[in-house]
């Protein structure tokens, strides 16, 4: 049998501050060159308020350079790495920031590149962690409380400032120029696939099942998007862009057209090669550390993102508190379920940057936090510096640190922050199991995953699972090669399904976390407690006074110290 | 009319580390001059256990000593500094530490002068703080809780491992040897004036009603120390000692005898000038503060002493909580109510010293945290990293910080430890009142009261009350100087009572801390929110969960920084 014809595969990531090329081998998942090009506006890529901490905006010029100088070099990197030609790249996979919306013309064109728009933050791409919008997604949970429900059943029960009918609200409200030159407004995943494929006119764009499920309240139990009658109530102003919206929505393993030859030209591919329907980093992450069924993968940075899939036959429950349970939204034939935690490496970073403990850094810290047996400190906190996003879908949360005495020292509190966010991870693998959806197996990836094995060893204990580090460090961008290779399908020299694009292009390290029987039977107890105080301050639930948790934490101190 | 001849008081206040002679003008309270001298033995002052970090010593021939340094250096001092003669002195007052037991042997000498014993960390006073006998203090507890309720309702509830019975019974078991070669055991207090008094034989040795109705359940109303039955009942060998104890106790305008020609030779004063009852640092501290009925004095330094008398004519319930009510244990003819604050600068060293938030010390922390608004951080706090004394009686409580995000400023921090203890002096002085002990007037004295504006702001912000701070730096020493005038009386130039004694002795600074009236509106709104938190962790009342209180202080925050 003759040895098939290496082919490749090109995955293109927008991240928050810069957009990553990856180049993969489609049949074993090897990664040959990569290219991040940091965007050029604003504060690392980040357009911010002159006043109002909650906007960040990012300029839609930087996507459109950052494709080209970030593949361009990428393709350079390759061909100097091996016996490589841009010719045998068979697809393309996108995947960005989401909720991002970029207010278009009539031409798809993004406003920010008029003249009368160039600088006006409004008329720029919405970036996902701009909270502008919080007034604007209380109306729209409290209307959907009233009216649709079943919106936000879909949705864990609040509809957030970061999404996009908030945001297009918003803008309508405190910017109607350039709400009214907008055409329609098309999320970044959906923009750069449409930009590449020559179809960004407003009739042609396809959008995502990622975006348009997890963050414009799309599903298709109701049809599509939410309807008419309902926007109405909301405001008015929101129904002709409704009318803008098509009916259908398209998951990664579709592509939304081919490259166009200008674009092949300016980039150096072959004209015609597939472009994969777009999906949020986080998603396409998941498909990277090889996500399926049973599989729950954990991207841990500054916050982290919690994905499972479900079988499109399993009758899947809505499961109070996750942000999203989208069909296909991860993977095709697959419900794509969605949770996280606001903050984990930035609590870290909060206390080492900004509390400075005795000027030590993570480093010291965490060399003095190891020496510490599990319960040792008798401290206890919860990791909501950032609100809770699972399972209590409540911003308006705060931190809480208890147990401290006079001779409490920074690195137990730094240790008690670390089990403050394993805590938090355990209840969010406890909220799937809770309706059905069976953890098995742990994948995780991102920068702590990789670099922290304090955090990761604390996990294992406190989740009573062995935790597992997928093999690729850029697991988005190779999430979205992926896409690419599946768009292309066998014929071309791809593959005909995820499930076979996983089996061949993931895996995991070699280095497992397993929990310690030890540290995991204190750490049971210490959870318990936690629970105690999760449920205490973040429901409404009536329950005895918390007169236990102190004393039960310092009989565990009393009992591990002896 | 004839100019009164000049005279003078001696007081002699034996601290922790050191003790202080003071010679104060007995007409105007005037502080001639004063000297520290500080314990010889061990850290200072202190004997450590090699290994238990619960037991605290100290050497009794410290005392002795200390007594013959400090007042010669004062009264060359006074004689340096005015027209002065050891000869005008007319009485002297005792206070110390307490409760802190000696082991005497049957001529009175404590057992730490014989060879056998010299080194025996047993035979020692064992000083208030020493903590060994937490085991005994609980079984006394129960055994009171089975059999003599009565006895704990004069002391809060629970009988504590600082205090006279359990350091006995702790000695019985853990150093019989000693235990049987002690005749009696006797307090500090008492020992100082018997020494001076050549009172010290066990038949002779007079005890003040301070610490025997403080520390050592004696009560009038049930015929003094706790009864043979009890004792037995606890331990049997507690028997013996009981029967060396008397049935009477002295208050402190009693005196228990006069200064002995040895001594008076060894000082450089006039025999047979009369030596008070002795009373602990605090109470006569509450004298020198000027305390009367409507006064309540808090001595603010690592931790406070919250006291306030009420006259014996009042019927006056047992109060839940306060750690001792005792008839005239502070002044004659009025009960004696003690309370405090098991930590308050304490709490603010631990975060200096042991957080060491981003090295900065109290002066840039104060500066800082002087900048912001009541309510603006968003943060709340429990001051209980040492326990709680009052009103929960409860060393097993520990600290707690709420509302922190990812932008909380080690200043904010600060403030809201200080307010945490400005929330618990608020919750003793409700406690007071919610018992028919109304609080009028507010005297601070200690460490804190005086350096530092920015805590007694913020107490009388949150207390809503002006405060006002005792004119002399050393109100122990001053109080006690004040029992040595009153144990004189008029005839020899001193004072009839402790009313007169008080009016012309003690007196306030003008400086005064007055509520402002924006602030109190907030810290009122802030101390419900910590009442909730007081009593869900402090108490097994019931109660709804506390969903509420991050909502309410970012609600309050947001308000704030409006």
Redo the contacts between chains.
């Keep these: 049998m003759p040895k098939r014809k290496q082919t490749f595969s090109l995955g293109l990531d927008f991240g928050t501050n810069s957009v990553r090329a990856l180049i993969v081998d489609v049949a074993a998942g090897e990664e040959v060159a990569s290219h991040v090009w940091s965007y050029a506006h604003g504060d690392a890529g980040i357009l911010l308020g002159p006043k109002d901490p909650n906007l960040a905006r990012q300029h839609p010029g930087d996507y459109v350079k950052g494709i080209e100088q970030s593949v361009r070099a990428a393709l350079k990197a390759a061909r100097r790495a091996k016996d490589f030609s841009p010719e045998a790249i068979i697809g393309i996979g996108v995947d960005t920031t989401g909720s991002t919306p970029v207010p278009v013309d009539k031409a798809g064109e993004p406003l920010a590149s008029r003249d009368a728009f160039k600088k006006d933050l409004n008329a720029m791409a919405w970036l996902w962690k701009d909270h502008t919008a919080y007034v604007e997604a209380a109306e729209i949970t409290r209307k959907a409380e009233d009216m649709r429900p079943q919106y936000l059943a879909k949705c864990g029960g609040v509809y957030s400032s970061e999404w996009f009918w908030a945001k297009v609200l918003h803008c309508a409200r405190v910017a109607p120029k350039v709400y009214k030159a907008a055409y329609t407004w098309v999320e970044c995943a959906d923009w750069i696939p449409a930009l590449l494929t020559g179809t960004t006119a407003p009739a042609a764009v396809k959008r995502c099942i990622c975006a348009a499920g997890h963050k414009a309240m799309f599903n298709p139990s109701w049809n599509g998007y939410p309807d008419v009658e309902f926007l109405r109530a909301v405001d008015a102003r929101l129904v002709p862009l409704r009318q803008t919206l098509p009916d259908t929505a398209l998951n990664v393993s579709q592509a939304v057209g081919t490259l166009t030859e200008s674009w092949a030209k300016r980039l150096g591919l072959r004209a015609g090669i597939p472009v994969a329907a777009g999906a949020f980093d986080a998603h396409l992450g998941g498909v990277g550390s090889g996500i399926r069924a049973g599989v729950l993968v954990k991207i841990i940075g500054t916050s982290t993102c919690d994905m499972m899939v479900a079988p499109l036959s399993q009758a899947l429950p809505d499961i109070p508190g996750l942000c999203g349970i989208v069909p296909e939204s991860i993977l095709p034939g697959c419900y794509g379920l969605e949770a996280g935690q606001s903050?984990v490496g930035?609590?870290f970073?909060?206390f080492v940057n900004?509390?400075?403990?005795?000027?030590m850094g993570h480093k010291e810290l965490t060399a003095e936090a190891e020496q510490l047996k599990p319960g040792e400190s008798?401290l206890l906190a919860?990791d909501?510096?950032?609100g809770n996003r699972t399972i209590l879908v409540d911003q308006?949360?705060?931190?809480?640190?208890?147990?401290?005495?006079?001779?409490?020292?920074?690195s137990e509190?730094y240790r008690a922050l670390i089990e403050a966010t394993a805590f938090g991870a355990r209840r969010i693998a406890d909220r799937f199991e809770e309706y059905g959806v069976k953890v098995e197996r742990v994948v995780n990836c991102g920068g702590i995953s990789v670099k922290n094995p304090l955090v990761m060893q604390i996990y294992a204990d406190v989740m009573g699972r062995p935790l597992e580090i997928s093999r690729s460090p850029q697991t988005c961008a190779l999430g979205a090669a992926m896409a690419g290779a599946v768009v292309a399908g066998t014929a071309n020299g791809g593959h005909d399904t995820f499930t076979k694009a996983i089996r061949a292009m993931t895996g995991v390290l070699s280095t497992r976390f397993k929990p310690k029987p030890k540290n995991q039977a204190v750490y049971d107890r210490l959870y318990t407690l936690y629970c105690t105080l999760h449920?205490?301050?973040?429901?409404?639930?009536?329950?005895?006074?918390?007169?236990g948790?102190?004393?039960d934490?310092?009989a565990i101190r009393d009992e591990v110290r002896r």
Tied chains: 1, 2.
């Design positions: 903050a930035d609590i970073n909060w900004s509390v400075k403990p005795a000027k008798g919860l909501w510096n950032n308006r949360l705060t931190g809480l640190m208890l147990g401290m005495t006079l001779h409490t020292l920074p509190m449920d205490g301050f973040g429901t409404r639930t009536y329950q005895e006074s918390l007169f948790v102190m004393k934490l310092l």
